[in-house]
């Protein structure tokens, strides 16, 4: 894939330190080193390693990346991995996407509580989800849910919320099956999961009886305009209005099978606040990219945002999450601890085939690059550690003229 004309690394690079003196001492210590992977992800500062091929004897140097979470540049090669990991996790059933989104006035208080507020959402939306899917009322059945939390909205504003993909249905409890140990597979009604009102009315609750629960633990800080929060009386009060306000919970129509499930995730597992393709220009003032206008209906979507430079990186260090913060996460059926032993007890009540071992699609698709000039193996000959220069140097592309002699 060829490199975008323009990156976020180059508006850091060129305005990063600029930024940094003005903003001095309103910038963490995370904010920082993001910006600093970001400006050295791929250059000479991080290192790097020079491959040959075997063929043409064509040169290139490759130069390391950063890897942080935060790298529009880094997600790639680090979704096809996690996607090769889940792929095998997959059910032959219909999958849901479901979403539940914060309030304004509760996301204002996730800004300066990133860590607890965060952790409430994951908590309180698996919390509902599986306490209506489990009600015989709905469901009646142990379901899984693989979650990951997104805190922007298309225009990088500070907008918490977490994607759910759910199988179509779960493992009914012992004592309601067929099955000779009780379970079975119920398999939810076609193109209908469970209901939205029910699971936004039940979200809320909880959440904000979590929220409550953490002011009283006293784990929540409050600065600025919000200070007076830290009140018990005046938290009370601002949240009087959100017991009566509706909570978004959206449910999307079910997927076209397994392998667009893992198309669908792949968009949004290591997504970050805005990808380097959506950037058009950047001058002296100000950063212009693509965004979409959600309210809007059809092209009218499509829109274009130009906003200062200094607006735009404060954007985007806005999602930077806290250190340790794991934002895609497994509940239900899919809890890490007994995944591998519920999705195999899955496939056996749906009677299907377990997986037998070998490479999946996903992992097939991780080839080792192939020489530009004529496709021949590349093969490393070199690797030189951060700020050295290496002693190869590249070689030119050379054209291949290939002569059907036949």
Same mark, same amino acid.
């Given at each position: 894939?060829?490199?975008?004309?323009?990156?976020?690394?180059?508006?850091?690079?060129?305005?990063?330190?600029?930024?940094?003196?003005?903003?001095?001492?309103?910038?963490?210590?995370?904010?920082?080193?993001?910006?600093?992977?970001?400006?050295?992800?791929?250059?000479?500062?991080?290192?790097?390693?020079?491959?040959?091929?075997?063929?043409?004897?064509?040169?290139?140097?490759?130069?390391?990346?950063?890897?942080?979470?935060?790298?529009?540049?880094?997600?790639?090669?680090?979704?096809?991995?996690?996607?090769? /990991?889940?792929? @095998?996790?997959? %059910?032959?059933?219909?999958?849901? !996407?479901? #979403?539940?989104?914060? $309030?304004? *006035?509760? =996301?204002?208080?996730?800004?300066?509580?990133?860590?607890?507020?965060?952790?409430?959402?994951?908590?309180?939306?698996?919390?509902?989800?599986?306490?209506?899917?489990?009600?015989?009322?709905?469901?009646?059945?142990?379901?899984?849910?693989?979650?990951?939390?997104?805190?922007?909205?298309?225009?990088?504003?500070?907008?918490?919320?977490?994607?759910?993909?759910?199988?179509?249905?779960?493992?009914?409890?012992?004592?309601?099956?067929?099955?000779?140990?009780?379970?079975?597979?119920?398999?939810?009604?076609?193109?209908?999961?469970?209901?939205?009102?029910?699971?936004?009315?039940?979200?809320?609750?909880?959440?904000?009886?979590?929220?409550?629960? /953490?002011?009283? @633990?006293?784990? %929540?800080?409050?600065?600025?305009? !919000?200070? #007076?929060?830290?009140? $018990?009386? *005046?938290? =009370?009060?601002?949240?009087?209005?959100?017991?009566?306000?509706?909570?978004?919970?959206?449910?999307?129509?079910?997927?076209?099978?397994?392998?667009?499930?893992?198309?669908?995730?792949?968009?949004?597992?290591?997504?970050?606040?805005?990808?380097?393709?959506?950037?058009?220009?950047?001058?002296?003032?100000?950063?212009?990219?693509?965004?979409?206008?959600?309210?809007?209906?059809?092209?009218?979507?499509?829109?274009?945002?130009?906003?200062?430079?200094?607006?735009?990186?404060?954007?985007?260090?806005?999602?930077?999450?806290?250190?340790?913060?794991?934002?895609?996460?497994?509940?239900?059926?899919?809890?890490?601890?007994?995944?591998?032993?519920?999705?195999?007890? @899955?496939?056996? %009540?749906?009677?299907?085939?377990?997986?037998?071992?070998?490479?999946?699609?996903? *992992?097939?698709?991780?080839?080792?690059?192939?020489?530009?000039?004529?496709?021949?193996?590349?093969?490393?000959?070199?690797?030189?550690?951060?700020?050295?220069?290496?002693?190869?140097?590249?070689?030119?592309?050379?054209?291949?003229?290939?002569?059907?002699?036949?």
């Amino acid at each position: 894939m060829s490199r975008p004309s323009l990156e976020v690394a180059d508006i850091f690079r060129g305005h990063g330190p600029a930024w940094r003196r003005a903003n001095a001492g309103h910038v963490s210590l995370s904010q920082l080193k993001v910006m600093s992977a970001i400006e050295n992800c791929r250059t000479a500062a991080l290192g790097g390693h020079v491959a040959r091929c075997e063929d043409c004897a064509h040169s290139q140097i490759s130069y390391n990346s950063c890897r942080n979470r935060h790298c529009p540049k880094c997600q790639g090669a680090a979704a096809k991995n996690w996607l090769a /990991a889940r792929e @095998a996790d997959l %059910l032959p059933v219909p999958y849901y !996407h479901v #979403v539940f989104t914060l $309030p304004a *006035a509760i =996301a204002d208080i996730a800004y300066q509580n990133k860590a607890v507020v965060y952790g409430l959402l994951f908590k309180a939306s698996a919390e509902t989800m599986l306490t209506i899917a489990a009600d015989p009322k709905h469901l009646g059945a142990r379901i899984g849910i693989t979650s990951v939390l997104h805190t922007w909205g298309s225009a990088m504003t500070h907008h918490p919320h977490v994607h759910m993909i759910v199988p179509g249905g779960g493992i009914s409890p012992p004592g309601g099956g067929i099955s000779l140990d009780g379970e079975r597979w119920v398999a939810c009604r076609p193109g209908f999961f469970l209901p939205v009102r029910v699971l936004s009315r039940l979200f809320r609750r909880l959440f904000l009886e979590k929220l409550i629960v /953490a002011h009283k @633990a006293s784990h %929540l800080k409050f600065f600025g305009d !919000h200070a #007076v929060l830290a009140d $018990p009386q *005046a938290f =009370a009060a601002y949240l009087a209005p959100l017991r009566r306000s509706e909570w978004v919970v959206y449910a999307k129509r079910p997927f076209g099978g397994p392998q667009a499930v893992l198309a669908y995730l792949s968009r949004y597992t290591h997504r970050v606040a805005i990808a380097n393709s959506r950037l058009i220009a950047v001058d002296g003032h100000s950063v212009t990219f693509r965004w979409k206008d959600y309210r809007a209906e059809g092209r009218d979507r499509r829109k274009v945002m130009t906003l200062a430079t200094a607006e735009f990186i404060r954007r985007f260090l806005i999602h930077v999450l806290p250190q340790g913060f794991h934002r895609i996460r497994h509940y239900g059926l899919l809890a890490s601890g007994t995944r591998a032993d519920n999705i195999a007890r @899955a496939r056996e %009540l749906l009677a299907v085939a377990i997986p037998d071992g070998q490479p999946t699609a996903a *992992a097939a698709g991780q080839t080792k690059p192939s020489c530009p000039c004529c496709g021949g193996r590349m093969v490393l000959i070199e690797v030189f550690e951060r700020g050295a220069t290496p002693r190869y140097r590249p070689t030119a592309p050379t054209i291949v003229i290939r002569v059907d002699t036949s």
